[in-house]
């Protein structure tokens, strides 16, 4: 298991009249290789949970392993910048941190900060804003200067340009329109698909959640209450109300043809299967 | 940077932090009044006792008290060290090498600490129990006379309710730009001067931008609603004095007089 969460709690404001457990006794194992998703209400403690795998926060109690490294609640690190590199995380509106006077600049921050060479950074940085589909023409523009899709994928470049192995995102499409929701989509689906790179999904979205995502952990008041497949649990209607969650409209649609005499597999799941499986069966 | 104590408001129940904003701010400067006037030890423990009562009802805890003065730590013994320096009268209490400490150097230093102590409790007890937004409203009722003179009042509350307002939004802000920068890599903490002028860098630039975009987002959001600065504007939020503000204005006013009037027979 590249991640594993064993018995964490962690508490904000500790000692304060007003302190407040943002994580509860939390017991997770994240798979290598596969995108999964976190979801919850607001104030679920989905945040403070991301913010641990890069030791941004440290455990109150409990500890946390991530790929070779082991956070132990009240012992000190010491390899925070090796974590960081190879744990990228990608912030809520990620666009505000960008400050260098160049695109190309910005994103060869983060690997001059980890010791690449200025020569090599600039070729990773290149590399990263092509995988992330911003033209060479926009390299020397100042990035205050793009749209806010653009800046998204810029500072989304900036933390690939690292070559972590893990890739958090929180929140990675909101306030973006469709279109731009779409392009980021697309991305971190071909990081996984084509790089391997494990992928966690902060968000809201029910509908990306449930196209794109293979896992899901719903958190909720800082404990986790379902972690497993998406689909399960998405298809799964008792779940649903249990955890107060949307029915994606697609699995609305699949139980709608069910209901009217189709037969579907568990296959499908998404439009295309569904429209490929009917189509099989009405030939 | 949630470390800090001072000035921080403290968002629960309670009856300190249900009196009116006005009361405790006349409280607060007769309270100040009365810690700077005495010569003697036997106020400041009135004032330490009716204190210590005011911040348990507050449910203030002593922890947080201790930590309000941290900052204050490096003045004291910079006030000690210049008082042992320079005060030669007394009684000579003991010497280091040829050096000679007096009893009014150490007597002197203890008095100004424990008012500092006292009124930087007072200070907590006003921040930590009273929402920024009332006090400001506070402020501007203490400087409506002012506007005899056509001291702008409403609008120096305005602004100065704006700025409050946005500490906590900016902390947060920087907080989360901070944490992004970490994550590439910036280390705010160690490393040579350049190094550091870069990791500052990358906050402050982000951080000035974001604040431009918030200030013009609230102009126009304020613009929307009809604000215009120097128009008159009735209030949703109207404060009335109570019988338990009346009360506590009286209390700290009877601690001013004892305190006056210990000079002349204690």
């Given at each position: 298991m590249p991640i594993s969460f064993k018995s964490l709690s962690y508490i904000y404001n500790k000692g304060m009249p007003y302190a407040h457990k943002a994580l509860d006794d939390i017991n997770l194992d994240i798979k290598e290789g596969v995108i999964t998703a976190i979801i919850g209400?607001?104030?679920?403690?989905?945040?403070?949970?991301?913010?641990?795998?890069?030791?941004?926060?440290?455990?109150?109690?409990?500890?946390?392993?991530?790929?070779?490294?082991?956070?132990?609640?009240?012992?000190?690190?010491?390899?925070?910048?090796?974590?960081?590199?190879?744990?990228?995380?990608?912030?809520?509106?990620?666009?505000?941190?960008?400050?260098?006077?160049?695109?190309?600049?910005?994103?060869?921050f983060g690997p001059l900060n980890f010791g690449v060479f200025p020569d090599e950074a600039l070729k990773m940085a290149a590399e990263a804003l092509k995988l992330v589909n911003i033209d060479e023409s926009y390299f020397d523009v100042s990035p205050l200067e793009l749209s806010g899709g653009q800046k998204r994928r810029v500072a989304i470049a900036g933390i690939i340009a690292c070559d972590p192995k893990i890739i958090v995102l929180d929140e990675p499409t909101a306030g973006l329109d469709p279109h731009g929701s779409k392009e980021i989509i697309d991305l971190f689906i071909s990081l996984n698909k084509r790089l391997h790179k494990t992928i966690i999904i902060v968000s809201h979205d029910n509908e990306m959640v449930y196209n794109y995502c293979d896992e899901t952990v719903v958190l909720s008041h800082g404990k986790i209450r379902y972690h497993g497949s998406t689909f399960e649990l998405f298809s799964n209607k008792e779940l649903l109300k249990e955890y107060n969650l949307l029915e994606p409209q697609i699995v609305t649609f699949r139980n709608l043809l069910q209901d009217n005499g189709f037969k579907l597999s568990d296959e499908a799941r998404t439009l295309d299967s569904i429209t490929e499986e009917i189509g099989r069966q009405l030939k | 940077m949630n470390n800090l104590v001072f000035g921080k408001y403290i968002p629960i129940d309670s009856p300190m932090h249900?009196?009116?904003?006005?009361?405790?701010?006349?409280?607060?400067f007769l309270m100040i009044a009365a810690v700077f006037v005495p010569k003697s030890w036997w106020v400041f423990l009135v004032i330490a006792i009716l204190l210590t009562i005011a911040l348990a009802s507050a449910k203030i805890g002593?922890?947080?008290?201790?930590?309000?003065?941290?900052?204050?730590?490096?003045?004291?013994?910079?006030?000690?060290?210049?008082?042992?320096?320079?005060?030669?009268?007394?009684?000579?209490?003991?010497?280091?090498?040829?050096?000679?400490?007096?009893?009014?150097?150490?007597?002197?230093?203890?008095?100004?600490?424990?008012?500092?102590?006292?009124?930087?409790?007072?200070?907590?007890?006003?921040?930590?129990?009273?929402?920024?937004?009332?006090?400001?409203?506070?402020?501007?009722?203490?400087?409506?006379?002012?506007?005899v003179i056509h001291f702008p009042s409403h609008e120096v509350a305005m602004m100065v309710s704006i700025a409050l307002r946005f500490i906590p939004t900016i902390i947060e802000e920087t907080i989360r730009i901070m944490n992004a920068q970490k994550s590439r890599g910036v280390d705010f903490e160690n490393g040579k001067l350049s190094q550091k002028i870069a990791a500052i860098l990358s906050l402050i630039v982000p951080l000035f931008s974001v604040a431009f975009e918030r200030a013009y987002e609230l102009a126009d959001a304020m613009e929307a609603r009809g604000y215009v600065p120097g128009a008159k504007r009735t209030r949703y939020h109207v404060l009335k004095f109570k019988f338990t503000d009346y009360l506590f204005i009286f209390i700290c006013g009877l601690v001013l007089a004892f305190s006056i009037a210990s000079r002349s027979f204690l």
């Open positions: 209400e607001t104030g679920s403690g989905k945040s403070t949970l991301v913010e641990h795998l890069n030791a941004l926060l440290l455990p109150d109690e409990g500890s946390l392993e991530i790929l070779d490294y082991n956070i132990v609640a009240g012992q000190k690190q010491k390899f925070l910048k090796p974590l960081r590199k190879d744990v990228g995380l990608v912030f809520q509106f990620s666009e505000y941190q960008l400050f260098e006077e160049t695109v190309l600049k910005d994103v060869a | 249900r009196l009116d904003p006005r009361a405790k701010l006349i409280g607060l002593i922890r947080m008290i201790v930590q309000s003065f941290k900052p204050m730590l490096m003045m004291m013994l910079f006030l000690l060290i210049i008082n042992s320096l320079t005060v030669k009268t007394g009684e000579p209490l003991f010497a280091i090498g040829t050096f000679t400490i007096y009893h009014d150097a150490i007597f002197n230093t203890l008095f100004v600490i424990v008012r500092l102590l006292l009124m930087i409790s007072i200070t907590t007890l006003l921040t930590a129990t009273t929402n920024p937004l009332d006090l400001t409203l506070g402020i501007e009722w203490l400087l409506k006379p002012l506007e």
